[in-house]
């Protein structure tokens, strides 16, 4: 049984890698099957949250926007990681997240994990619902803060260490707690082209409004869409 791991959970703007952005980073160190340290970040963003995450999380534009940059945010992250076995609830969607990241920013990040989600579907029933709101409650494991990322990671550390003291003496046990390579296919997004950046600097100067803080990180997608966000609300700026 795996007792020295690192807990990752991540909230994001939306469900895609290529296109959306982590919003919220919140990493467990466990050693011995307990917590040893902690790490929790909010991340800026200057584009508008959807409502629905917003809803779910509970952060909002305004916290969003006092966040930290995403690039210093992500390096700690990596780092607080380190070689450890990696576990989290579908845990390929938050990896996908950094990884994507690590690629755009020419590193390398790979690593093994055991995801708590496939534990649930090898060892309970087709019937029992599998998100983490619902298996905490199956396993007695106090949920607080539904969808803020630390809280989340604390939650998923209490559910790994309840399914290996209830499953350790399973025959499906061996290959199911053995941690395993995670794979997603990153392909390097272009950063916001000295033309893109020139037009958002000047727009933002014509309506008097704030800089995104993350402008020269930008990639050509997000550009693009807080010009569209901008045009959308303010027009588009005058000849």
């Not at 909002?60 to 380190?82: H, K």
């Not at 619902?129 to 298996?135: P, Q, R, S, T, Y």
């Not at 950046?197 to 020269?216: I, M, V």
Request: hydrophobic share 40%.
């Amino acid at each position: 049984m795996v007792e020295d791991y690192t807990v990752i959970d991540l909230e994001m703007t939306g469900l895609s890698a290529k296109c959306d952005r982590v919003l919220e980073a919140g990493a467990v160190r466990v050693r011995d099957g307990a917590v040893s340290e902690t790490y929790s970040a909010m991340i800026y963003t200057a584009l508008p949250l959807p409502e629905k995450i917003t809803k779910l999380t509970g952060i909002t534009q305004e916290m969003a926007a006092s966040g930290r940059d995403c690039d210093e945010v992500m390096r700690e992250l990596i780092a607080f990681l380190g070689n450890d076995v990696i576990v989290g609830h579908n845990v390929v969607f938050d990896f996908s997240f950094i990884k994507q990241w690590a690629q755009n920013h020419d590193r390398k990040f790979d690593c093994v994990a055991v995801d708590t989600l496939k534990l649930a579907q090898k060892f309970l029933s087709k019937s029992q619902k599998k998100n983490l709101g619902a298996l905490c409650v199956y396993f007695h494991i106090p949920r607080r803060n539904a969808h803020r990322a630390l809280d989340d990671a604390l939650e998923t550390q209490l559910l790994f260490e309840k399914m290996k003291k209830l499953y350790a003496q399973s025959e499906k046990t061996v290959t199911a707690f053995t941690p395993q390579p995670l794979f997603y296919k990153a392909k390097r997004q272009q950063p916001a082209t000295e033309r893109q950046k020139e037009y958002l600097t000047r727009y933002a100067h014509c309506f008097g409004l704030p800089l995104p803080k993350n402008l020269s990180a930008m990639t050509r997608s997000e550009a693009s869409r807080q010009l569209d966000y901008w045009i959308g609300n303010f027009g588009k700026m005058p000849k």
